[in-house]
């Protein structure tokens, strides 16, 4: 599963040297399944994306198995993940009950899922902002009081599908006070994948002004509208270098109508290697795990990579 | 057709203000599809896609029929398309023979097709690079002496199926060769569409330095590892103001074994209206028209832009 020395490596200038890959697939992505992935195929699916380079797998959440029966063996999962090497697992939790599951499993990451609007928010998390702000306050404080890495994801944050466009200081507001309650890294999500170069990068020199440092925050695009590369390569010049993305392209909004979610790893591997940036992938592997999970769910994998690479081979 | 005033309109600085999209969709994408379109519904394809603002639609190629059947009513499409008001209509001619076909029709602007590589010249060609040139160079002399404007497409700038790694300097020759000839444009193809953003920027910084100035380039990229927008983008902050894109993402490359050929002209729309740069396009019209023609193929587009604004309306 080569091709044939492609891409030719060109750096550009400015660019990171390496990027650390955020590996949503096992949770963002499975959790979208219609029927839940048995818990070996996902401890599996774990496995073989820290066998292919990756070092941050999301692996599970913890919320109410009600709101996600996907992801309800979360108890039964983590364990198996966890005897995975060299691999940190951060996981969802929705609020201090969920929390208290993660830590009584050992979990050294967790993250929490803010929404930058008061729609989504309230379609989400079925609560207003601040409610939700206010339930993930005390999560925060508690898991660094045990000294947890915490995450903080803000979704919707380029535009919201009952909003329509979402104002930056909105954003920024949401983003100062999940750092102001104590967590580590935001990851500015594009949940509807409509952002654009520039609105990403005023976004992200908002949040520089506001005392948010480039080195806290990952971007998670969506490639609904095929942006999400190009959004990518804009962050990786204004300095970013944690970027979300699902191996083979798995998953998206449930509240997002479209085809397409979450930037496939592989697509993000294929620019970054040609540009020269190392992540420690080695993108025939991880093309492989995602030609052997979309055999698993049944359906070819929506990224682009992995249709031409795995065409070569047949 | 719309999008909720999405995308937000944030320019990115120093970017070009206004981009001409070179529409290649009615040749490029229909000459790949397996059965001819009646000439009628190419013509109303042009039309709708004049009236969704585009005003550079490549028309057809003069090419033998033997060679693509597909387009072989170019003597009965070209003179419905000239009826079009307001639109620049190249169309490809690959020799002496087919050139005097275009004129003879009143074609004012045409296109040649070379190879940055020996094998993608002596398999679409069936000539050697060399020869392939000296096949050109008459043709554009005498489309010159005409008061033609005349393309030339470098295909395989930056990937090869067979050779895979180009030479930069080996495109920059071509390139340098068809400007000599009297090109008075450049499309720099990334045909099998493997390039990365650095890549893009190396080869327009070479030619820049060889004499070819950036406003005589154009760039073709094609999104079969999902790059051509990341790859657009880093083409436009060099200074970039001629695209190529396909409507719909018709068509690609029937050498490149996959899925996905050209970039979506709705996706690169999608990019250029949020960073606030002209096109003249409607996103809704132009996107109703790639409906209206998956329609008439019988499978959907691939673009997905296309796929979010007509999901949108079910």
Known sequence: MTAEGLPMVVPASDLPARVRIHEVGARDGLQNEKTAVPTEVKAEFIRRLADAGLTTIEATSFVHPKWVPQLADAEQLFPLAKDVPGVELPVLVPNQRGLERALALGAERIAVFASATESFAKANLNRSLDESLAVFAPVVRRAKDEGVHVRG??????????????????????????????????????????????????????????????????????????????????????????VDASAGGLGGCPYAKSATGNLATEDLVWMLHGLGIETGVDLGRLTATSVWMAERLGRPSPSRTVRALSHKDQ
């Open 153 to 242: 994801y803000v979704s919707m944050c380029f535009g919201d599908p009952w909003e329509g466009a979402v104002p930056l200081h909105q954003v920024a507001r949401v983003c100062t006070a999940l750092r102001d309650m104590g967590c580590d890294e935001l990851s500015l999500g594009d949940t509807i994948g409509v952002a654009t170069p520039g609105h990403v990068l005023e976004l992200l020199s908002l949040l520089n002004e506001e005392g948010v440092p480039t080195n806290t925050i990952g971007v998670h695009f969506h490639d609904t509208y095929g942006q999400a590369l190009a959004n990518t390569y804009a962050a990786l010049e204004h300095g970013v270098t944690t």
